[in-house]
């Protein structure tokens, strides 16, 4: 299998993106992007996608991630035009909080590229026809100002292409919204719920409830997806807050605790201690 990097597309090292119509006539090979991201938007024709040892149907207006460790590869394309946007994963945690809470942005950029690589997941966005246009007409844009490389281009690429994130996340959720069969879905409206509050006390009836399913559905799918419970997932952005703050503030550890949603100072070090192998003391010494 074929390893791609993405400076083999651009040797700018300062801005590591790369946009392109990609035209396939013949089968590609497996491959797999060592470094990068790809958004794929299938602009027209039909082809049959393969994700790992999976194969699917894509068609005009098919939209979907690929990260880095995913095999995947075309065949049997029929006037198939695509255009692939490369991109470090990084460039989305510039993302305001308003955004990457979303359920859209959730499902789309985060949790089905994640699970293609664990899961034979197929889901994909599908835009009809008068949004492709309007994505199109994106797309026009950034490859015109990606090809002239005027003053600035790169701000106004990082501009336009957060805008469509916006955009496709968006119609993302609109389009599961129709599909209440979408676990994924559900996942998002969980995780999006439990990132805006974290710090406040959660009972998992609260998560389920928020997230339109039954408290079982949700212990479910978090074990299927992310091999773990609901609670653990909470833990677990707690204590990345905790870090956070013993890195970058002078709190004492009981502050701290109740800074980042442990009501209990005790209970709060025992999970630090059990999650990094140090005591939250410790940790602060050696950051």
């Not at 938007?41 to 098919?62: D, Y």
């Amino acid at each position: 299998m074929s390893e791609f990097y993405l400076n083999w597309f651009t040797s700018d090292q300062k801005f590591p993106f790369f946009i392109q119509y990609g035209f396939h006539d013949n089968d590609t090979d497996l491959h797999r992007h060592v470094d990068f991201s790809e958004l794929v938007i299938v602009l027209s024709g039909t082809a049959t996608h393969i994700v790992n040892t999976e194969e699917s149907f894509i068609k005009k207006g098919n939209i979907f991630v690929i990260n880095g460790s995913t095999p995947h590869a075309f065949k049997d394309p029929q006037d198939f035009k695509i255009c692939n946007i490369m991109y470090k994963p990084e460039m989305l945690s510039t993302a305001g909080s308003d955004l990457r809470t979303s359920n859209g942005f959730q499902a789309l950029f985060v949790l089905e590229p994640l699970y293609r690589h664990k899961h034979a997941y197929t889901s994909k966005l599908s835009l009809p026809i008068p949004m492709l246009e309007y994505v199109t007409s994106l797309i026009d844009g950034m490859i015109e100002e990606y090809s002239n490389k005027l003053q600035g281009y790169q701000t106004l690429l990082i501009s336009r292409f957060m805008e469509l994130v916006v955009y496709l996340s968006r119609h993302y959720e609109k389009q599961d919204k129709e599909s209440q069969d979408n676990h994924l879905i559900h996942l998002a409206n969980a995780l999006s719920f439990m990132e805006d509050h974290y710090l406040e006390p959660l009972s998992l009836e609260q998560i389920a409830t928020h997230s339109g399913i039954s408290v079982r559905h949700l212990n479910r799918i978090f074990r299927s997806y992310y091999q773990t419970t609901p609670i653990s997932y909470l833990h677990r952005l707690r204590l990345e807050r905790a870090c956070s703050l013993l890195k970058h503030s002078d709190f004492s550890i009981t502050q701290i605790s109740h800074e980042s949603g442990f009501s209990d100072s005790n209970y709060f070090t025992r999970q630090f201690t059990k999650t990094y192998g140090m005591s939250p003391k410790a940790y602060r010494k050696k950051s």
